[in-house]
């Protein structure tokens, strides 16, 4: 998924690695795995509640497992844009680890040496991957026994690579989508300022239907699954109304 810039030449950061020709780069304390703390918090707290009678050493132990397969879809995905970026000869600038996930890093979304359709590639490596690892998370699904912790395993792959793949193809600047659509009006022959404005208007647009489909489920008690609605919904319309802006 595209984030916003995290790296600027006046960063002091320092360089740890490479992968597909981009530089791997931490600043200071932020490489610290805070997010797999966090999430380790969750995925016991979700083991807990899908079987109370598990003691705790197993909630424990079953979130240690469910983990790394919630974050390494994150970081698969971030990892298929550098090596899309890298496969057309334009890697990306920067690769930032913050809080133990990486972060994206070009220093010119709209550098002209870059053509619309690499653009368009290089944002859809991401998502790829996620369709990709999805496919192979529903293979295995058929393979394990409804009742068993693999089976609990491979459905919170299922889970975790379908909101990365839905998430990041709407079309919100700072995500894939908002990119690939961008682009792809730009190679049909609009100039820059005209895609941005009609991403901002399709914006505005997708920011009604998230906020419809947030009531709804609300309304139906998925308070959390509203919740991340409602606040798509809030990025959307602040990105329709000019507040929120890709530079």
């Known amino acids: 998924?595209?984030?916003?810039?995290?790296?600027?030449?006046?960063?002091?950061?320092?360089?740890?690695?490479?992968?597909?020709?981009?530089?791997?780069?931490?600043?200071?304390?932020?490489?610290l795995p805070l997010a797999e703390g966090v999430v380790w918090i969750f995925t016991t707290w979700l083991a807990g509640k899908r079987r109370p009678e598990r003691?705790?050493?197993?909630?424990?132990?079953?979130?240690?497992?469910?983990?790394?397969?919630?974050?390494?879809?994150?970081?698969?995905?971030?990892?298929?844009?550098?090596?899309?970026?890298?496969?057309?000869?334009k890697p990306m600038d920067a690769m930032r680890i913050s809080w133990?996930?990486?972060?994206?890093?070009?220093?010119?979304?709209?550098?002209?040496?870059?053509?619309?359709?690499?653009?368009?590639v290089?944002?859809?490596?991401?998502?790829?991957?996620?369709?990709?690892?999805?496919?192979?998370?529903?293979?295995?699904?058929?393979?394990?026994?409804?009742?068993?912790?693999?089976?609990?395993l491979v459905d919170t792959a299922v889970g975790t690579n379908t909101?990365?793949?839905?998430?990041?193809l709407l079309p919100m600047p700072g995500i894939d989508?908002?990119?690939?659509?961008?682009?792809?009006?730009?190679?049909?022959?609009?100039?820059?300022?005209?895609a941005d404005e009609k991403v901002r208007r399709v914006n505005g647009f997708l920011g009604v239907l998230l906020g419809v489909a947030s009531a709804r489920a609300f309304k139906k008690r998925r308070g959390l699954i509203g919740a991340l609605m409602a606040l798509l919904a809030a990025l959307a319309l602040a990105i329709g109304s000019g507040l929120l802006r890709e530079q």
């Open 177 to 194: 989508g908002g990119p690939i659509l961008k682009w792809s009006l730009v190679e049909g022959g609009v100039t820059q300022e005209e």
């Open 163 to 168: 909101f990365l793949c839905t998430v990041s």
């Open 100 to 120: 133990g996930t990486p972060l994206i890093h070009y220093d010119d979304i709209n550098d002209t040496s870059v053509t619309p359709r690499q653009h368009v």
């Open 1 to 31: 998924m595209k984030k916003p810039a995290v790296v600027s030449p006046s960063d002091d950061v320092t360089r740890i690695g490479t992968v597909f020709d981009t530089p791997v780069v931490v600043k200071g304390l932020t490489w």
């Open 55 to 89: 003691s705790r050493c197993q909630r424990l132990g079953i979130g240690l497992l469910t983990m790394p397969i919630i974050l390494g879809s994150e970081w698969g995905h971030n990892f298929a844009h550098a090596a899309a970026a890298s496969l057309i000869g």
């Open 122 to 152: 290089r944002a859809l490596g991401g998502p790829i991957f996620n369709m990709l690892a999805l496919g192979t998370a529903l293979l295995l699904r058929n393979k394990t026994h409804p009742e068993s912790i693999p089976r609990e």
